[in-house]
Structures are given as C-alpha cells and as structure tokens.
C-alpha cells in the first residue's frame, strides 16, 4: 500500500506541472495571434485555475493527505495539465503550417501580421477548433475540483524494475580513510600468495549497495603489485539482468592481441579459452547477483589459462558461497572519522576554522548516513550548494525526513533529503535520468538536448536553454546524483570527464521510484493498458523483433517521451499514430530495417537534428 510519499511524488510532479504551464501561458497570452484568432478569453480562464490550483496544493503541503481521496484528485489533474500543453502546441503547430514561407522562422507576433485569404480561413476553423477544446479542458478541471470539499475533508480527517550496469575500473577520488587502505593492502596480500596456483581462485568482497565495494576493489585493481604479477588484468561489470554476449566481450577485448569480434556465444566462448591459453590473469567481476555467470558461462573458458585469479563483489553472501571463494571480505560502514573526511571533501571544507565550527554537526550528519558513502557524498553534495555556516548545517541535521521514508532501507533518507532541496527543474531533469539503463553512459550534450526537447528548461532572460541545461547537469553531478565517468571505448588521457556521467544503481533505483505512474523503463508488456495510458515517459529496453506498445493500435498514448534503447529491426507504423503529442524520441539505429513514413507525422518532436540521423526533429540514431 502507497502511503504519504507516494501523494508527495504526484504532488511535486503536479506543482512543477503548473509551475510551467502557468509560464508557457503567461507567454502565450503576450502573442498577438492569440487575440488575432479571439481565444484569449479561455485561456485566460485555463490561467486563473491554474492559480487555484496552486493554492491547493500549497495547503496540501501543510496537511497530510488521504491517499484514496487526494491521489485521485492528483492524478487527474496531472493528465490535465499535459492535456492543456498539448492545446497550446497544436495551436502553434497548425498555425506555423498552414502559413506563408518562413514562417519556421518567425514569431507568432509576425505570423499573426503576415495572414493571407487561405490562413484567415485556418484562423476561423482552428478558433473553433481550439476554443472548443480550451472550454471542454476548463470544464473538465471545474468538474474535478468539484472533489475539493471531499479533498478538504480527507486532508482533516488526517490532520485530527531489468538493467545493465557498467562500472568505472577508474580510481575513485573520493576514498578516505585508513580502514580501505588497510582492506586494500590485506586483499592484495592474499591475491599475490594464491596467483600462482595452478587452478583458478575466487576472492569475494560482500557488503550492502552503496557500502563501496566497487570502491575497494577498484582500489585493489589499480595498484602497481597487482599490475606487475599478472599478465592481463580485466574488469567487467555484470549486474543483475547481465547479457552473457557482452560480459564475454568485455573480457576478450581487454585481452592483447585485439582480434575479430565474434557475435555468438558459443563463438566468444571459443575465442576466450584461445586468448586467455597459458597466461596468468587478474579479473574483477564486479556487481554480480547470480553465482551462475561464473557457474556456467566463465569457469570453463578460463580453466585454459596458466593461472587465474578472480576477485568478485556482489550484495549476496550465496553468490560468494556459489562460485566456491576461498576467501570472503565484507566491507563495513565507514567509521565516524572516515565519514567525517569524505563529508568535508564532498562539501568543500577546507579550512580548519571551517571544519572546527562544523564538526560537531557534520559528526551528526555522519551518524545519520549510518556511515554509508554514497549517502554521505549525497548529503555532502548537498552542503556544497549551502553557505559553510552552522544553520545551513543544522537544518539537515534536524530535517524530519531522515527516517520518514517508507521505502526499502537502501533508499537513505540522504536521497531523499538532496532530492527535497533541488529546484523543481532540476527534480525533472534528474527524474528524466531514470530512464536509461542502470549505469548507461549519458553523454552531456544528448541529455541536455532532451531535457530541452521535454521543455522542462526553464527559459532564462540572458541565458540560452542550452547554457541553463549545462548549469543543470553540473549542479546534479556537483550534488553526488550523478557520476562524472570515463567513457569506456576511449583511453584515459582524453578523456572529458565532465562531457560523460553515469547513475548509481541505488540512485536511479530511487528516482525510479519518485517517477513511478509517470516514467518507466523495462519492458511495457508486464504493465497494464491503463498503466501504459498513463505513461508520459517510456523507456523500452528489452529485445525482440518488433517493437510493440500494450493496447489497441487506435488507443492514443499520452507520451512525450519514448526511448527505443534497443531497437528492433521493424518498428511498427501504429506506434507513432499513437504519440501524437511525443518530443523526444530516441531510436537506436545499429540494425533499424524499417521506420514507417508516419514518424513525419511527429509535429511535436523538438530539438537539433541529430547530425549522425537519418530521421527528422529530436530522433537519434546511435
């Protein structure tokens, strides 16, 4: 049962909802073609309940909220509100249609100056059009905040999902403490003593997600005793949905000589055993929930070689048993001086003044992060946004939410307290982020396009959409929400570490959940046809031949975006007759035989042409 953070989701969604749409209306309305085609008067009426709107959601804030009764009023009003976006651009939409040449290029003030006998003709129709749809929307919102009294009353009766993750083998700036260094050097000690054994070992290291075994292991690659002893020394990250094909050929090309790619198992299988024959190697395989990639896809391959040694993380202690390690680490929580150091760097204390002021509160904030670090480098991005003064401090400390969440434990009260203090726009842009696979390499400038195409930018008066969504994407990773990495088919020393980020599991886990009944990546055919009606954000990442959206081929979806993360060879023409009102649109093209002519029917998509497509506005061919 979804208690009070689920009505907080819909409720932030909302508020942001009507925080846009009041400026997207506000813009509007200054146009001179609006009083041109004479429906200024409704929508000046869709503006003043937008008002009203607000001031209920404001006093829900201050109440706690019945869910059977509040979630609904919510829901409906969301759908709503997308429904009015859409009004606004299909009236710019048609109207820049059907006018003279470049009007792609002028304002709707020019437009408006520039109407000939055909568009006046337009101009009439389309004002019956769009006022008939203004006032059945207005009507609409009155029939559903005739529920106010209900929603009154429920408020006092109060008051009295498959991923595939890719992990960094690169060092981790932000170690701290001599705890690791004492686990690295233990770990080290015991791989160098067992490497020359004449059969594979397997080392594990368990521990909880975000405890930093990652971390650890990463510590224990890098260094140089390590590097000298083995041959080859391989990383590979293998999750919990892993794809054998690409665990295989993770390992393979990191194995010298580079040869052909295979494509088949049974191939790559082939080519491992060749490659890794009479050498001694060093693989971590990191993030693994299933003992059975070790079972039964690897352990035969590499008998072939002279020796091996495997070092494994993974959150279950019957994976560790399942492989047969012979010795198991389990990395605890950080003591309260480690943590104390990583909060200081995450929030740049530097000064010693600084850090004297702040410490007994940082000891607090530390105590509160049960020692966990990714939930300390997200409190401490957080602080890194704040004044270094001892109120700023003090109210995270004493913040309600630490231990309000109803969620799984691995959902720190931390992630919720960072996702509190962001801007409306920048929940959006970092909620948006959910919907690529877990720990897919986001490029900067890509994000950035879409969280423009989505219109969830914010236009500022001396900035471009393109300045403000950089701005956006700093402060998310400044704040620990994302991860700057390397981009993997490159070599360290060019790399742009700010151009590249990546999620970490728990995090996306959690903004997953902040979007749930708005967002969703996976698979579509596990939801429901009303689920999908509901969807504003599809994400599909599973294979097949097809591509098929849950409903009938006339059933209209309210998506904006829809992200084909592996696109099938055919995509079927009914799915874009359905996204009407879509803007973003992300295809990947390696192995597309077919799109349908219908894609040009997307008169919404927004955006740069992707200069690698084929396609039109905002479709990406990867």
């Known amino acids: 049962m979804e208690g009070p953070r689920a009505l907080f989701r819909g409720s932030k969604f909302l508020d942001a909802l ?100 055909r568009t006046w003709y337009f101009a009439i129709k389309s004002r019956f059009m769009i006022n008939d749809r203004i006032i059945e929307l207005n009507k609409k919102i009155d029939e559903i905040n ?49 490497h020359d054994r004449r059969k594979l070992c397997m080392i594990a290291i368990i521990g909880m997600g975000g405890i930093g075994k990652t971390t650890l292991a990463r510590n224990v690659f890098h260094d140089p005793l390590i590097r000298n002893t083995f041959e080859e020394s391989i990383w590979v990250c293998v999750s919990k949905e892993y794809s054998a094909i690409k665990v295989l050929q993770s390992i393979i090309k990191n194995i010298k000589p580079n040869t052909g790619e295979a494509q088949t198992i049974s191939e790559l299988l082939e080519q491992l055993a060749f490659k890794i024959k009479g050498k001694r190697f060093f693989l971590v395989l990191d993030d693994v929930w299933q003992y059975i990639v070790w079972t039964d896809l690897l352990k035969n391959p590499l008998q072939f070689a002279a020796s091996g040694l495997i070092l494994l993380t993974t959150r279950d202690k019957a994976v560790a048993s399942g492989v047969g390690a012979i010795y198991v680490h389990e ?39 049960d020692g966990l670090p990714l939930a300390i480098k997200v409190i401490g991005g957080l602080l890194a946004t704040k004044n270094k003064d001892r109120r700023e401090w003090e109210k995270v400390l004493q913040s309600k939410t630490w231990f309000s969440s109803e969620i799984s434990e691995e959902l720190h009260g931390a992630l919720w307290i960072s996702f509190e203090d962001l801007t409306q726009a920048l929940r959006n842009c970092f909620i948006y982020c959910s919907l690529f696979a877990e720990d897919f390499i986001m490029l900067r400038e890509d994000l950035v396009r879409q969280w423009i195409a989505e219109g969830i930018i914010p236009q500022g008066e001396d900035k471009s959409l393109e300045d403000t969504g950089e701005e956006y994407y700093k402060e998310l990773t400044k704040r620990c929400l994302l991860q700057p990495t390397r981009f993997l088919l490159l070599p360290v020393h060019l790399i742009d570490f700010e151009r590249q980020c990546q999620m970490h599991d728990i995090v996306r886990t959690f903004a997953q959940y902040i979007a749930r009944g708005n967002s969703y990546y996976g698979n579509p055919a596990s939801l429901s046809q009303d689920d999908v009606r509901k969807l504003h954000r599809l994400s599909i990442g599973g294979k097949g031949d097809v591509a098929i959206i849950p409903g009938n081929k006339s059933d209209p979806l309210r998506l904006r975006t829809l992200i084909l993360y592996k696109t099938p060879p055919i995509v079927q023409d009914d799915i874009f007759h359905r996204i009407k009102n879509v803007r973003v649109l992300y295809l990947n093209g390696r192995g597309i035989k077919n799109v349908p002519d219908s894609v040009g029917d997307l008169k919404h998509l927004r955006g740069r042409l992707d200069p690698h497509g084929i396609l039109g506005n905002f479709i990406f061919l990867t």
């Open 146 to 194: 005739k529920n106010k009294q209900t929603f009154s009353v429920g408020m006092n009766q109060i008051q009295s999902s498959k991923y595939s993750r890719q992990t960094s083998s690169i060092i981790d700036p932000d170690v701290v403490g001599q705890v690791i260094e004492h686990n690295t050097r233990k770990l080290i000690e015991i791989i160098t003593r067992n």
């Open 331 to 369: 990395v605890g929580t950080l003591s309260r001086r480690s943590g104390w150091e990583l909060l200081c760097k995450k929030a740049y204390i530097e000064e010693e003044e600084d850090m004297l002021n702040l410490r007994d509160v940082g000891m607090g904030i530390v105590k509160k992060c």
């Open 18 to 117: 009507v925080d846009d749409l009041s400026e997207k209306l506000k813009s509007f309305l200054g146009e001179k073609v609006v009083s041109v085609f004479g429906v200024r008067d409704e929508f000046n009426k869709l503006q003043d309940k937008m008002k009203y709107i607000k001031s209920m959601l404001t006093d829900a804030k201050r109440m706690k909220m019945d869910d059977s009764v509040t979630r609904t009023w919510i829901d409906e009003l969301i759908d709503v509100m997308h429904d009015a976006d859409d009004i606004i651009d299909d009236f710019r939409s048609q109207f820049e249609k059907q006018s003279e040449d470049g009007a792609s290029s002028w304002s709707l003030n020019q437009l408006a100056s520039k109407l000939n006998p």
